[in-house]
């Protein structure tokens, strides 16, 4: 796994540009002196892959989390993408949890998640979990 995570993080950036020409996956809308701006997430979002590829490379260079680079990234990239999300126009209102008809759904979209803000979450878990076990085993062996 560790020779395919920077392929794979290469192949995420150039997916973002993509969405970017598409138009598709893009920022909330903000209105700035009677004009709307939209947050390029996809740009922002490519250019800390860009970074996250970096990281990614300077720890496989260094033999740092060997055999563990996927979940080095799986931390990372989910709480980049949790971030992120926020951004991004996305429905806050109706993910795999809460559907539209949940008539206990507040006004307030603030406090429910989107679908790319609950994986995200699962991501960083679980690579976080792993990585700590992969630790305590390390640490045990020596």
């Known amino acids: ?4 995570i920077s392929p794979g993080i290469l192949m995420l ?19 700035v002196k009677d004009k709307p701006f939209v947050y390029p997430v996809q740009l922002i979002e490519c250019s800390l892959d860009f970074c996250l590829l970096g990281i990614i490379m300077m720890n496989r260079i260094k033999k740092r989390f060997r055999g563990c680079l996927i979940f080095l990234f799986m931390v990372l990239y989910g709480i980049m993408r949790f971030f992120l999300e926020y951004y991004r126009n996305t429905s806050k209102t109706d993910n795999l949890f809460i559907g539209r008809s949940d008539r206990y759904l507040s006004a307030d979209t603030r406090t429910v998640l989107s679908n790319g803000q609950i994986f995200s979450i699962i991501t960083f878990i679980a690579g976080l979990v792993v990585l700590i076990l992969i630790y305590r085993k390390m640490k045990k062996e020596k």
């Open 1 to 4: 796994m560790d020779f395919c």
């Open 13 to 31: 950036a150039i997916i973002r540009i993509g969405c970017f020409m598409n138009g598709c996956c893009r920022g909330t809308a903000m209105w």
